[in-house]
T-cell receptor
Framework: GNSVTQMEGPVTLSEEAFLTINCTYT??????LFWYVQYPGEGLQLLLKATKADDKGSNKGFEATYRKETTSFHLEKGSVQVSDSAVYFC???????????FGDGTTLTVKP | EAEVAQSPRYKITEKSQAVAFWCDPISGHATLYWYRQILGQGPELLVQFQDESVVDDSQLPKDRFSAERLKGVDSTLKIQPAELGDSAMYLC????????????FGPGTRLTVT
């Protein structure tokens, strides 16, 4: 079956530091890949997506590149802010099954 | 901006009691999902509707959980009887067309079973 493995947290950074959250996946076929963000007490919000190999998704300064050869989709941001503190979920969408599979989430805390 | 609505936001119930959650998807979204999110984990799909029909309920514990979407719009998820292990966040999401990967999530219902 499909699975998503994320870097374990929590991750604590100082403001303006560089962020990397690792994500690798196992899937049959060619899934679409996503990063979602969840702020305290809220549902998940789509942060960025990539639908095929070598695509780069980007939004709000965050980026991730779909790497088929390493089955990875690592999230990066050059300079984090306190407001980026949240839980980040990597996910894949299996277009054949019409289903999403989520990682367990990585909690990011950014300190001023 | 259109949003997925859920109620209640928080629910505390005693084990063996019945509990129900409601979801109103974004207008026009044909596909509706119910997920369970245990603290520290990612969401796990419980049931997926296409209009009023269930297309996937393979992970729904059918001895105690039920879900309906009678008119193909809003949906209700019920647990009867609730067990301690049901304590979790229950998330509803919707998407415009079948198989669309872009899902829009509601704020969730936090259930605590005592």
């Amino acid at each position: 079956g499909n699975s998503v493995t994320q870097m374990e947290g929590p991750v604590t950074l100082s403001e303006e530091a560089f962020l990397t959250i690792n994500c690798t996946y196992t899937a049959t076929g060619y899934p679409s890949l996503f990063w979602y963000v969840q702020y305290p007490g809220e549902g998940l919000q789509l942060l960025l997506k990539a639908t095929k190999a070598d695509d780069k998704g980007s939004n709000k300064g965050f980026e991730a590149t779909y790497r088929k050869e390493t089955t990875s989709f690592h999230l990066e941001k050059g300079s984090v802010q306190v407001s980026d503190s949240a839980v980040y979920f990597c996910a894949l969408f299996d277009t054949n099954a019409g289903k999403s599979t989520f990682g367990d989430g990585t909690t990011l805390t950014v300190k001023p | 901006e259109a949003e997925v609505a859920q109620s209640p936001r928080y629910k505390i119930t005693e084990k063996s009691q019945a509990v129900a959650f409601w979801c109103d998807p974004i207008s026009g979204h044909a596909t509706l999902y119910w997920y369970r999110q245990i603290l520290g984990q990612g969401p796990e799909l419980l049931v997926q509707f296409q209009d009023e029909s269930v297309v996937d309920d393979s992970q729904l514990p059918k001895d105690r959980f039920s879900a309906e979407r009678l008119k193909g719009v809003d949906s209700t998820l019920k647990i009867q009887p609730a067990e301690l292990g049901d304590s979790a966040m229950y998330l509803c999401a919707s998407s415009l067309v079948p198989g669309a990967y872009e899902q829009y999530f509601g704020p969730g219902t936090r259930l605590t079973v005592t």
